[in-house]
């Protein structure tokens, strides 16, 4: 994964929880694992 890449999921992530997904709604509809969203 490129900075870009890293950066891009890292702003869906963070959309995602300021609409109030839980960590597995957006593990889901990423396709990411519930340790990287965690990360991120």
């Not at 869906?12 to 839980?22: E, G, P, W």
Request: glycine residues 2%; hydrophobic residues 40%.
């Amino acid at each position: 994964m490129n900075v870009a890449e890293g950066w891009n999921m890292y702003l869906d992530i963070q959309d995602l929880k300021a609409k109030h997904f839980n960590i597995s709604q957006i593990s889901r509809r990423l396709d990411l694992s519930r340790t990287t969203v965690y990360k991120y």
